[in-house]
């Protein structure tokens, strides 16, 4: 199982990102896939989840009302829509196999992650 992360970067406070993750060597449909991120100095926060078969999308209050999960299983891959991004939306973001709320590290497949700083 491969999950790789891209689309981060640096952004203004308000400014949007679109996070990418590619799945391989997976049966990419069934399985729940989330994101989870790491503000520096922090613990792991979930962030969001759509789940396999239904579709069904979850969100942390945090980010709830900006940020949307998608996926597409032709290409899989899960994407994280960021709009209206905040200083405290600074984070390594990761992709990972899980479902809501689930951010051990020792569970399910997780990518590398990729770094968003939200800074003016």
């Known amino acids: 199982v491969q999950l790789v992360e891209s689309g981060g970067g640096l952004v203004q406070p308000g400014g949007s990102l679109r996070l990418s993750c590619v799945a391989s060597q997976f049966t990419f449909s069934m399985y729940s896939m989330s994101w989870v991120r790491q503000a520096p100095g922090k613990g792991l926060e979930w962030v969001s989840s759509i789940i396999s078969a239904v579709g069904n999308k979850y969100y942390a209050d945090s980010v709830k009302g900006r940020f949307t999960i998608s996926r597409d299983t032709v290409k899989n891959t899960v994407y994280l829509q960021m709009n209206s991004l905040k200083s405290e939306d600074t984070a390594l973001y990761y992709c990972?196999?899980?479902?809501?709320?689930?951010?051990?590290?020792?569970?399910?497949?997780w990518g590398q992650g990729t770094q968003v700083t939200v800074s003016s």
């Open positions: 990972t196999t899980n479902g809501p709320r689930i951010v051990r590290r020792d569970l399910g497949y």
